[in-house]
């Protein structure tokens, strides 16, 4: 398989699983879909001289059950989620027709192919597209890519749980109009100077509980005896 069929082929997968309660990391997810070829591929060719010996270490059994035994152990999604794409692409790869690579190193190394250069392996993978094999899978996983791209927004690989603050803050009426509301300044015209001004200060303060003045301007009448 190449690049569309593993990233939208296993996409659907991780999209698939979450009706059965599961909620993998997306992007996580696609990254261990691509993994195995992203170690693999360059390692293939630095120590066999061949990018077509690309199917190593990260496409065996034992890798794959290395990041499955670290998730279970730390109990981490992201692990999990890169676990379950590791798993998608192997199986994609249909990995253990090769059992030398799949079960390594039980049956011993890596076998080695014949050498081929990087513009070679690129030839040969675009005549590998005349394969229906190929081709088939590679076209459902790009309308996949495309149909997830266009249905979802961009805040569809947010992690699950993690809290977003909404657009507008819902405030209750009662503590809008009783802690929210700010009285707005006066104008220098509606602000008592001199003496209206020490007057009203004067029953501000002289102003008991009912609500009655008794300040110097407000002074009950005396009793007549």
């Keep these: 398989m190449l690049l569309f069929a593993h990233l939208g082929l296993t ?3 991780a999209k698939l699983v979450e009706r ?13 879909s691509i993994l195995p070829d992203l170690i693999d591929k ?15 270490f990260a496409h065996t059994l034992l890798f794959l059950l290395v990041l499955v035994a670290l998730a279970a152990i730390l109990k981490s999604r ?8 590791v798993l998608a692409h192997q199986a994609l790869d249909t990995i253990w027709r090769t059992p ?5 190193p039980i049956l011993g190394d890596f076998p080695v192919k014949a050498h081929v250069s990087v513009l070679g392996y690129f030839e040969m993978l675009i005549h590998g597209l005349q394969n229906p094999a190929i081709l088939v899978p590679e076209l459902l996983g790009l309308f996949f890519l495309l149909y997830f791209a266009i249905h979802h927004p961009p805040g569809a690989f947010t992690k699950e749980g993690k809290q977003t603050w909404p657009s ?12 929210m ?4 300044p006066r104008s220098p015209q509606d602000r008592p100077t001199g003496r209206e001004g020490g007057a ?26």
């Design 11 to 13: 996409l659907a997968a």
């Design 20 to 32: 059965f309660g599961l909620r993998p990391d997306l992007p996580i997810v696609l990254l261990g």
């Design 42 to 56: 360059p390692l293939g060719y630095l120590i066999y001289g061949s990018m077509a010996t690309g199917r190593i």
């Design 78 to 85: 992201p692990l999990g989620s890169l676990a379950f794409g």
């Design 100 to 104: 030398e690579v799949f079960l390594w």
């Design 168 to 179: 507008k803050l819902k405030v209750p009426a009662a503590l809008s109009r009783s802690y």
């Design 181 to 184: 509301t700010i009285p707005s």
């Design 200 to 225: 009203e200060k004067a029953n501000k303060r002289a102003t008991p509980a009912d609500g009655r003045a008794k300040g110097p301007l407000n002074r009950a009448p005396p009793k007549v005896r």
